[in-house]
C-alpha cells in the first residue's frame, strides 16, 4: 500500500525559501517514479517535478533554477526545496507516484497518469 504524506508548506513572504516533504513509505525508489504536482486557485494541477527510479529529474520551466529535488532512500523521504518563491508559487502542493516503466517524462505530465496522491500541503507565497 502506498501512502503519501506532505508537510512543510506554509505561509512565507516573496523571495523566501521552504523545504515541502513527502514521507513515502510504501515506496521503493528502485521500483517508483515520484514528484510534485501543485494546483493553484482556479488552475488545472501542473507538475512541478519529478524524479525517476534511477534517480533522473525532470522540472517545470517554472521550476528550473529555483526549486531542487532531493530524497532520502534511508528515510523513505522526498524532498523539494523551494527558493526565490513569488506569489505566482502560491498553490497547493501535492506529493505523487507512480510504478516505474519506460513512459517518457512528457507522457506524464497530465495528473491522471500518476497512481497515487498524497493529500497536499497549502504554500502561500505574500508579496
Known amino acids: 500500500q502506498v501512502r503519501l504524506v506532505e508537510s512543510g508548506g506554509g505561509p512565507v513572504q516573496s523571495g523566501g525559501s521552504l523545504r515541502l516533504s513527502c514521507a513515502a513509505p510504501g515506496i521503493t525508489y528502485s521500483l517508483y517514479c515520484i514528484g510534485w504536482f501543485r494546483q493553484a486557485p482556479g488552475k488545472e494541477r501542473e507538475r512541478v517535478a519529478v524524479?525517476?527510479?534511477?534517480?533522473?529529474?525532470d522540472y517545470a520551466d517554472s521550476a528550473k533554477g529555483r526549486f531542487t529535488l532531493s530524497r532520502d532512500i534511508a528515510k523513505n523521504t522526498l524532498y523539494l526545496q523551494l527558493n526565490s518563491l513569488k506569489p505566482e508559487d502560491t498553490a497547493i502542493y501535492y506529493c505523487?507516484?507512480?510504478?516505474?516503466?519506460?513512459?517518457?517524462?512528457?507522457?506524464?505530465?497530465?495528473?491522471?497518469?500518476?497512481?497515487?496522491w498524497g493529500q497536499g500541503t497549502q504554500v502561500t507565497v505574500s508579496s
Open positions: 505523487v507516484s507512480r510504478p516505474s516503466d519506460t513512459t517518457t517524462w512528457s507522457s506524464l505530465l497530465s495528473p491522471t497518469r500518476w497512481n497515487y
Open positions: 524524479i525517476d527510479s534511477g534517480g533522473a529529474t
